[in-house]
């Protein structure tokens, strides 16, 4: 489909009575034209966007209206190569969204041009129902679980996350947290939503690696996005995400949060910078959601907490267990003390909930702790290192070729597979000696 045709399509008259916005591109993604529904809809007119291309932008924030809204008209990959699809995106500076039906034109040469109708999805005004004085109790109690009081900092970095934190609960600008699994990410998201004006409202927890992408996309970008009654969405390794939605999610950070929208936090289970660098995170929406970077440390770098965090834990399970545990034994304290907890605050809770279902005292003792954690620490005989082991068969094995040769490097390293530079280096290092012949 060419420029021309647009003067000769007899089809306009039938799209100019349509109440649906409709627009019709050339297979180069340029506006042909679009009747009086799309121009009320959109403010703009045919003659100022007839001839100007629909294209995707990783941000639209940076763009003057116009250009943003035809960025929103764009026509998806599917839509090009010639298959019916339907996509919903954000109207530009605007609460509403659009669902457009792409519907490709096909000719025997192939795409001719493609036919987009819009559908407009009105935010929802609606006062919140009500929420029932037993949900807003358990609310409450499960609030009271999320406390940064119940943290005291024991190191600098401890004290600099709880300040940060703070200082963030104040704001409603996207925040990133990152830290390994079970370092108590999503725990300090909900600290920091308690803490925040929106407390009353929910707390909606997204993971970007589990949920399945079809749902996850209504959840993240139309739902729950436009209720009032999400406070916080947190988002799980968003590098996860399809591109395509990272960029419309930067759109929606890089506004102004207004009354009704939710803050979010995303969180990484490793630096952020290196999913840019491996091309699985958008570099813009690092930054757009990095404008407060919160790094929780693993549990042993902060073993000083240790007491307190245990602390914690036993009153929690004090709601759960028929008698109460009021401490810990002094072995079964050297012992939480002395493990490398690879799973951090999640090991932790997991080893003193299951204690607690043991033990028949007022105490967690020895004996109440899980085998394999009074078992982890080999003794200094057993212990297997593997590099020393390496170096001892390499060793042997070299001296073993330099023997069979009667101490030719060139033939030993023949022998080995090995270059004879490579040779000469690992001969050095375990100070063994040959002959320089090249040849038998």
Not at 129 to 151: K, Q
Request: some cysteine.
């Amino acid at each position: 489909m060419n420029e021309s045709m647009s003067d000769t399509f007899r089809w306009q008259g039938f799209f100019q009575k349509a109440e649906q916005p409709v627009l019709l591109l050339n297979r180069q993604r340029r506006v042909l034209f679009v009747n009086r529904a799309w121009e009320a809809c959109t403010g703009l007119t045919l003659a100022e966007v007839k001839g100007r291309a629909c294209r995707r932008r990783s941000s639209t924030a940076s763009l003057e209206r116009d250009e943003a809204i035809l960025a929103a008209c764009a026509p998806p990959a599917d839509a090009l190569a010639g298959r019916p699809c339907k996509v919903r995106r954000r109207v530009p500076q605007s609460a509403n969204w659009w669902e457009i039906q792409f519907l490709p034109l096909m000719g025997s040469a192939g795409l001719l041009g493609i036919l987009g109708s819009i559908h407009v999805l009105v935010a929802p005004k609606e006062t919140p129902p009500a929420v029932p004085e037993r949900l807003m109790a358990l609310r409450d109690r499960h609030a009271a679980r999320h406390r940064l009081d119940d943290l005291e900092p024991h190191s600098p970095a401890m004290e600099r996350l709880l300040e940060q934190a703070r200082l963030a609960a104040q704001t409603r600008i996207a925040i990133t947290i990152v830290g390994e699994p079970g370092a108590g990410k999503q725990w300090l998201a909900r600290a920091i939503h308690n803490l925040g004006d929106r407390r009353q409202r929910n707390f909606a927890c997204l993971d970007a690696e589990r949920i399945p992408p079809a749902l996850l996309a209504d959840l993240l970008f139309y739902p729950i996005a436009q209720r009032q009654a999400i406070g916080t969405i947190y988002l799980r390794e968003p590098s996860y995400l399809p591109r395509e939605w990272q960029a419309r999610l930067v759109e929606v950070l890089q506004r102004a949060p207004g009354p009704d929208e939710p803050r979010y936090i995303v969180s990484h289970h490793s630096d952020p910078r290196r999913e840019v660098q491996a091309g699985r995170l958008l570099e813009e929406l690092h930054c757009a959601a990095s404008a407060v970077t919160i790094v929780v440390p693993p549990l042993r770098e902060r073993l000083a907490d240790l007491p307190r965090l245990i602390d914690v834990f036993l009153k929690r399970s004090h709601e759960l267990q028929v008698h109460a545990v009021n401490g810990i034994g002094s072995e079964a304290g050297n012992v939480l003390r002395t493990h490398p907890w690879p799973g951090n605050l999640r090991d932790l809770q997991d080893v003193l909930t299951e204690a607690c279902r043991h033990t028949k005292s007022e105490r967690i003792e020895l004996a109440d702790l899980p085998f394999y954690l009074k078992q982890s620490t080999l003794p200094a005989e057993r212990r297997l290192p593997l590099d020393t082991l390496l170096e001892q068969v390499e060793r042997r094995l070299i001296e073993l070729a330099l023997k069979l040769t009667q101490g030719n490097q060139t033939r030993a390293a023949e022998l080995l597979d090995i270059w004879r530079p490579r040779l000469m280096r690992r001969m050095e290092k375990f100070g063994l000696k040959g002959t320089e012949e090249q040849g038998a």
